[in-house]
């Protein structure tokens, strides 16, 4: 538990200051001795980024996977910054991968602390169109990566988490809202969502938590599959309580906060991490 109290660096609250310096300054090591698992990191904006350096920063260790080998060149310089002891390819479309990365889990590691799924992905021809037009592949397609997964993992981390642990993955809020070109993975988002909920209650008995976390609008490699993104972050920005977009880091932080010890009765839960945007109308 903590005894520590966290010395994040006060510009951190400061919108117009640089705000990916707050991280690395925190100085209480809040998560160390937990290890995890980080799944989603593509470049240095991924939100799966924010999320693995603020478990760092907090003192735990963390695992992580590349999709391919064209990915393995940007995924790895930030794995050695993270100081990962195990680094892994993760294409969950290539059977048997994601069982690969548990068993090394399994053998290095002996037990999973966290887990953090950051992976969505929609055809083209299935994210572009209306939700009424969707071939049934594209839909397969996008369920598949964007919520099977998640339910995948959770399964293959349960036997891993004997003494408890927190599972996580990352929605958005149009699963709850009609969000001008969100469309396919705005029901598979509210798929997911829903299995947080049921995984939760299933897993809650031996101690393990899920969330989804639901951040802003943030600008990704993802989100640039997604037409006139750049209006969701205006608006966002105009709107939100806060007014201001929020960062990686702020998702990191807050999705670091559910793993510690001191979240222990809070499951089930959609956090959203968006400046209070979803309160407006
Ligand atoms: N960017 C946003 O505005 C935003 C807002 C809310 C939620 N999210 C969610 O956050 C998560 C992470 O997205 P991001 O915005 O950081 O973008 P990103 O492009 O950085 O990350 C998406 C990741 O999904 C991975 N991926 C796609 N298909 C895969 C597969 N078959 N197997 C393994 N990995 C696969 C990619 O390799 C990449 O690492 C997604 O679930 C996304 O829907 C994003």
């Known amino acids: 538990m903590a005894h520590a109290t ?39 904006s991924s939100i799966a980024w924010g999320c693995a350096r603020a478990f760092r920063a907090f003192g735990a260790e963390v695992a992580v996977t590349y999709l391919n080998e064209k990915a393995r060149k940007y995924v790895e310089p930030l794995a050695q910054e993270l100081e990962a002891p195990i680094i892994m390819p993760l294409d969950t479309r290539i059977p048997g991968q994601m069982e690969a990365v548990f068993e090394e889990i399994s053998k290095k590691w002996g037990n999973l602390d966290f887990l953090v799924h950051s992976i969505a992905f929609s055809p083209k021809e299935a994210l572009h169109g209306r939700v009424v037009d969707v071939p049934q592949d594209g839909f397969a397609a996008t369920m598949d990566v964007s919520c099977w997964t998640f339910i995948r993992m959770a399964h293959l981390a349960e036997p891993l988490m004997p003494k408890g642990g927190t599972i996580f993955t990352m929605t958005y809020y149009g699963s709850q809202m009609v969000v001008k070109n969100y469309n396919i993975m705005g029901v598979a988002k509210a798929a997911l969502e829903c299995a947080v909920r ?37 608006k966002a920005r105009l709107q939100a309580p806060t007014r201001s977009l929020v960062s990686i880091d702020d998702v990191g932080a807050a999705t670091a906060f559910l793993a510690h010890d001191a979240a222990r009765l809070i499951t089930g839960e959609t956090l959203y991490v968006d400046g209070g945007y979803h309160i407006i109308d």
């Open 198 to 234: 049921y995984i939760a209650a299933e897993l809650g008995p031996k101690g393990i938590r899920v969330h989804a976390i639901s951040p802003g609008p943030l600008a990704t490699r993802a989100a640039s599959g997604i037409p006139e993104f750049d209006a969701l972050l205006d």
């Open 6 to 44: 966290a010395t994040a660096d006060v510009t951190a609250l400061d919108p117009q200051s640089k705000r990916t310096s707050s991280i690395p300054e925190v100085k209480a090591k809040l998560l160390e001795g937990k290890r995890g698992l980080v799944v989603g990191i593509a470049n240095e």
